[in-house]
């Protein structure tokens, strides 16, 4: 018995995505520990400190990819972010950008009829029955099989043994049907003589029933209540609905081999779920079916104030871009790709998702789409999941590391939930996914107040899911106030603001596992984010910046009087010409001003730093047709550094190891091996010569889906000159730049660095 309450109460808190509903004092989130011992976030003195300085804040635009965003909620339209380039309501692609109408974001799991998507499957059945006749009772050679066939594989046989509905949970379900079936019917009659239908189980106590019925229910729905685990100030008629709907999902589960996912994707959205290119489907209502989880977060993200502290006269620049891809069940990979994409494209410098799942069979599409929003300086702030689960041992998807690319991505915050030791007795939930190796910070998310949907409504929710927008608000302070500092130096100042207790081997209470843990255990900070203490450090040095004008900057320990020079040789795979033995000389044959009759074309130069693989200084340099480039840093320290090369339509490529740079000029020359380059990331041009890969037209590190747009629309147009798109280098966008893209996309190329 005590396994299926334990399961319940931990159901509960995952009822929708990853918040539940429940009550405490309001916003003990934003308190400060030295003052109110509350382990809150320190918001008021964040606030003080920014009502301090001199300098005026920058709007900053936060999406919040949920399960929709309710638009008509007094505070949450205030904050609402505004597409300034589009016109309201005329049907119309103002902005050309493919989404007709987007005034506060988009919804990509709208049809175009005005139909939403509001209840959708399992990725665990959708994965099991897509790929059931390819795999089930077949012998399957792993061996032969491709990496990304490898990793079909593996999903699905994940999902065949997760899909299997157990005795257990078949137990589980039929003594909840039972219990939810004897509220339901108590309640009835309790209703009758209290005359209220949303009472409370607090409230039902101090109850004094007439009618000896009337008593009887009570004892009785006060016995089952109890038994259940449901906290005694949920109101009967939302306890009602997500018992139902937990009976529903668990109904669902348990037919779920059986029965195929419906086609209702099919049938609402219409798309080409397989093509990722098809990508402008959806409508404009961002609020959808279901907005209270979205609606929640995106109050959170704003962090609109109760009535007592007026924040928006303090604080008016965060704006909401509302884009549903949250269903009642498992996202989409297309959508949350897409989401980001939009996201980026209408720009958002911060992205709160606070969902997960745990299979993604799409994950490179989703892969690609965060390191897009890397190159484009995006922080993406990601709630860890609501399951108790060891991210060392368990993955949840959306995830920084990439199975298919091999790395991680750098622009992602991942946030646990931390309770207030006054509501649980502990500064731990009993439901937060951890693991020090893929979660950074813990944030407060027990029992936390914000916006619900409706004009003036107000809640309380739980979850990683909320303890993730108070990251994002933070974030967009810092990026508000110091719009200098990169989604890098952000998520950096965010995790080394932390609180942490005196003792660092302090253990913490788990509420209900009978165990105890240590914050390092929870993320590996292992401390709690601390917004005032953030602000603070926001004014210190976060590495190197050069400023052109100090040659000696003690503040960074420049040892160089002044300039560092390091000359290169490369080669670009699309404009090498095999037959001549140089390239092409694009720029002069384009005709770009000022060209020279060598000059192939502009690169970008990086030094990063050998331990961290932050950015410390770059610079340009002209390309020319023997492969030489001079890169000269006006201002750089000396020291040991990785070298990034960016071209506009190549693969970002490093230097193999880390280079000494000082003030003796340095000489590194990729083009005589594959290994010149870190990863071996490098394609060989003839014998004895390489050169780096071509085909990453958006600059996100990956030759994919997401280049061939910017193709195929320069090439249906008969675009030529000098373009990113052009990729032969011969002055027109046409078919003889295709094979260079298809041969790098079905050979998944893509930045290899640390």
Same mark, same amino acid.
């Given at each position: 018995?005590?396994?299926?309450?334990?399961?319940?109460?931990?159901?509960?808190?995952?009822?929708?995505?990853?918040?539940?509903?429940?009550?405490?004092?309001?916003?003990?989130?934003?308190?400060?520990?030295?003052?109110?011992?509350?382990?809150?976030?320190?918001?008021?003195?964040?606030?003080?400190?920014?009502?301090?300085?001199?300098?005026?804040?920058?709007?900053?635009?936060?999406?919040?990819?949920?399960?929709?965003?309710?638009?008509?909620?007094?505070?949450?339209?205030?904050?609402?972010?505004?597409?300034?380039?589009?016109?309201?309501?005329?049907?119309?692609?103002?902005?050309?950008?493919?989404?007709?109408?987007?005034?506060?974001?988009?919804?990509?799991?709208?049809?175009?009829?005005?139909?939403?998507?509001?209840?959708?499957?399992?990725?665990?059945?959708?994965?099991?029955?897509?790929?059931?006749?390819?795999?089930?009772?077949?012998?399957?050679?792993?061996?032969?099989?491709?990496?990304?066939?490898?990793?079909?594989?593996?999903?699905?046989?994940?999902?065949?043994?997760?899909?299997?509905?157990?005795?257990?949970?078949?137990?589980?379900?039929?003594?909840?049907?039972?219990?939810?079936?004897?509220?339901?019917?108590?309640?009835?009659?309790?209703?009758?003589?209290?005359?209220?239908?949303?009472?409370?189980?607090?409230?039902?106590?101090?109850?004094?029933?007439?009618?000896?019925?009337?008593?009887?229910?009570?004892?009785?729905?006060?016995?089952?209540?109890?038994?259940?685990?449901?906290?005694?100030?949920?109101?009967?008629?939302?306890?009602?609905?997500?018992?139902?709907?937990?009976?529903?999902?668990?109904?669902?589960?348990?037919?779920?081999?059986?029965?195929?996912?419906?086609?209702?994707?099919?049938?609402?959205?219409?798309?080409?779920?397989?093509?990722?290119?098809?990508?402008?489907?959806?409508?404009?209502?961002?609020?959808?079916?279901?907005?209270?989880?979205?609606?929640?977060?995106?109050?959170?993200?704003?962090?609109?104030?109760?009535?007592?502290?007026?924040?928006?006269?303090?604080?008016?620049?965060?704006?909401?871009?509302?884009?549903?891809?949250?269903?009642?069940?498992?996202?989409?990979?297309?959508? =949350? *790709?897409?989401?980001?994409?939009?996201?980026?494209? +209408?720009?958002?410098?911060?992205?709160?998702?606070? !969902? #997960?799942? /745990? %299979?993604?069979?799409?994950?490179?599409?989703?892969?690609?789409?965060?390191?897009?929003?890397?190159?484009?300086?995006?922080?993406?702030?990601?709630?860890?999941?609501?399951?108790?689960?060891?991210?060392?041992?368990?993955?949840?998807?959306?995830?920084?590391?990439?199975?298919?690319?091999?790395?991680?991505?750098?622009?992602?915050?991942? =946030? *646990?939930?931390?309770?207030?030791?006054?509501?649980? +007795?502990?500064?731990?939930?009993?439901?937060?996914? !951890? #693991?020090? /190796? %893929?979660?950074?910070?813990?944030?407060?998310?027990?029992?936390?107040?914000?916006?619900?949907?409706?004009?003036?409504?107000?809640?309380?929710?739980?979850?990683?899911?909320?303890?993730?927008?108070?990251?994002?608000?933070?974030?967009?302070?810092?990026?508000?106030?110091?719009?200098?500092?990169?989604?890098?130096?952000?998520?950096?100042?965010?995790?080394?603001?932390?609180?942490?207790?005196?003792?660092?081997?302090?253990?913490?209470?788990?509420?209900?596992?009978?165990? /105890?843990?240590?914050?390092?255990?929870?993320?590996?900070?292992?401390?709690?984010?601390?917004?005032?203490?953030?602000?603070?450090?926001?004014?210190?040095?976060?590495?190197?910046?050069?400023?052109?004008?100090?040659?000696?900057?003690?503040?960074?320990?420049?040892?160089?009087?002044?300039?560092?020079?390091?000359?290169?040789?490369?080669?670009?795979?699309?404009?090498?010409?095999?037959?001549?033995?140089?390239?092409?000389?694009?720029?002069?044959?384009?005709?770009?001003?000022?060209?020279?009759?060598?000059?192939?074309?502009?690169?970008?130069?990086?030094?990063?730093?050998?331990?961290?693989?932050?950015?410390?200084?770059?610079?340009?340099?002209?390309?020319?047709?023997?492969?030489?480039?001079?890169?000269?840093?006006?201002?750089?320290?000396?020291?040991?550094?990785?070298?990034?090369?960016?071209?506009?339509?190549?693969?970002?490529?490093?230097?193999?190891?880390?280079?000494?740079?000082?003030?003796?000029?340095?000489?590194?020359?990729?083009?005589?091996?594959?290994?010149?380059?870190?990863?071996?990331?490098?394609?060989?041009?003839?014998?004895?010569?390489?050169?780096?890969?071509?085909?990453?037209?958006?600059?996100?590190?990956?030759?994919?889906?997401?280049?061939?747009?910017?193709?195929?629309?320069?090439?249906?147009?008969?675009?030529?000159?000098?373009?990113?798109?052009?990729?032969?280098?011969?002055?027109?966008?046409?078919?003889?730049?295709?094979?260079?893209?298809?041969?790098?996309?079905?050979?998944?190329?893509?930045?290899?660095?640390?």
């Amino acid at each position: 018995m005590k396994r299926i309450l334990l399961v319940l109460v931990i159901i509960c808190n995952q009822l929708i995505s990853f918040g539940q509903v429940i009550s405490p004092s309001q916003n003990w989130h934003w308190k400060d520990y030295n003052e109110q011992k509350v382990h809150g976030i320190s918001l008021f003195q964040a606030y003080q400190k920014l009502a301090s300085l001199t300098k005026k804040p920058s709007p900053v635009i936060v999406a919040v990819m949920d399960g929709g965003v309710d638009s008509t909620n007094i505070e949450i339209k205030s904050v609402l972010w505004i597409n300034k380039k589009e016109i309201s309501g005329n049907g119309i692609d103002d902005d050309r950008n493919g989404y007709v109408d987007d005034i506060h974001g988009w919804n990509f799991l709208g049809g175009k009829d005005g139909r939403n998507i509001d209840k959708a499957s399992d990725e665990k059945s959708r994965v099991y029955h897509k790929f059931k006749d390819i795999y089930e009772g077949k012998p399957i050679d792993v061996s032969k099989l491709n990496p990304a066939e490898k990793k079909q594989f593996e999903n699905w046989k994940q999902a065949a043994v997760e899909i299997e509905f157990s005795d257990e949970d078949a137990a589980n379900l039929r003594y909840i049907s039972m219990a939810t079936n004897a509220i339901q019917k108590l309640g009835n009659t309790i209703i009758k003589e209290i005359a209220d239908s949303n009472f409370s189980t607090a409230q039902l106590k101090s109850f004094q029933p007439i009618g000896r019925n009337t008593l009887e229910a009570k004892m009785a729905y006060l016995r089952t209540v109890k038994m259940l685990g449901i906290e005694p100030e949920t109101p009967y008629s939302e306890m009602i609905k997500d018992l139902k709907e937990y009976v529903e999902g668990k109904e669902k589960s348990a037919n779920a081999k059986s029965r195929p996912p419906s086609a209702i994707r099919a049938d609402i959205i219409k798309d080409n779920y397989n093509n990722l290119a098809d990508q402008f489907y959806g409508n404009n209502d961002i609020t959808g079916p279901n907005a209270r989880h979205g609606t929640h977060v995106a109050g959170l993200v704003a962090s609109i104030p109760d009535s007592s502290w007026n924040v928006k006269t303090l604080y008016p620049t965060i704006q909401i871009m509302g884009v549903r891809v949250v269903p009642d069940g498992d996202e989409y990979d297309k959508d =949350v *790709a897409l989401g980001i994409k939009y996201a980026v494209d +209408n720009g958002a410098k911060i992205i709160n998702m606070s !969902f #997960g799942k /745990s %299979f993604s069979p799409e994950q490179i599409w989703v892969d690609n789409a965060i390191r897009y929003a890397a190159s484009k300086d995006v922080l993406i702030v990601r709630a860890a999941g609501n399951e108790y689960y060891d991210l060392e041992t368990k993955a949840v998807y959306p995830n920084p590391y990439s199975s298919y690319l091999n790395d991680t991505a750098n622009n992602i915050i991942t =946030v *646990a939930a931390s309770s207030d030791e006054f509501i649980n +007795n502990t500064i731990l939930t009993d439901f937060s996914n !951890f #693991g020090p /190796s %893929f979660v950074d910070v813990l944030s407060p998310g027990n029992k936390i107040y914000s916006t619900l949907p409706g004009e003036n409504n107000h809640g309380y929710l739980q979850g990683t899911s909320m303890a993730a927008p108070i990251v994002s608000h933070i974030a967009a302070m810092i990026r508000s106030y110091f719009p200098n500092l990169s989604a890098i130096d952000v998520k950096k100042i965010i995790m080394q603001s932390v609180w942490k207790p005196t003792n660092p081997n302090a253990a913490f209470i788990v509420p209900q596992k009978e165990e /105890s843990k240590k914050l390092t255990e929870i993320a590996s900070t292992g401390g709690i984010v601390n917004a005032a203490n953030a602000i603070q450090n926001c004014g210190q040095p976060i590495g190197y910046v050069a400023n052109n004008t100090d040659c000696n900057d003690n503040a960074y320990s420049l040892t160089n009087t002044c300039s560092s020079i390091v000359n290169l040789k490369l080669n670009i795979q699309g404009y090498y010409d095999a037959d001549a033995h140089v390239m092409r000389a694009v720029m002069a044959n384009q005709g770009v001003s000022g060209a020279t009759a060598t000059d192939v074309d502009d690169v970008t130069v990086e030094l990063r730093n050998s331990t961290t693989n932050a950015l410390v200084v770059s610079t340009t340099a002209r390309l020319k047709t023997d492969g030489t480039a001079t890169a000269t840093f006006v201002t750089a320290p000396s020291g040991s550094f990785y070298i990034a090369v960016k071209h506009r339509n190549a693969i970002q490529t490093w230097s193999a190891t880390a280079q000494t740079v000082g003030a003796t000029p340095l000489t590194y020359d990729f083009t005589t091996a594959a290994n010149k380059a870190y990863g071996n990331n490098m394609i060989q041009l003839e014998s004895g010569v390489y050169g780096f890969y071509s085909g990453d037209l958006n600059q996100d590190e990956a030759v994919d889906i997401f280049d061939f747009p910017l193709l195929l629309n320069d090439n249906d147009n008969f675009s030529s000159g000098y373009l990113s798109t052009d990729l032969n280098g011969d002055g027109a966008v046409d078919i003889f730049d295709f094979p260079l893209l298809l041969n790098n996309n079905d050979n998944f190329i893509y930045s290899s660095h640390p």
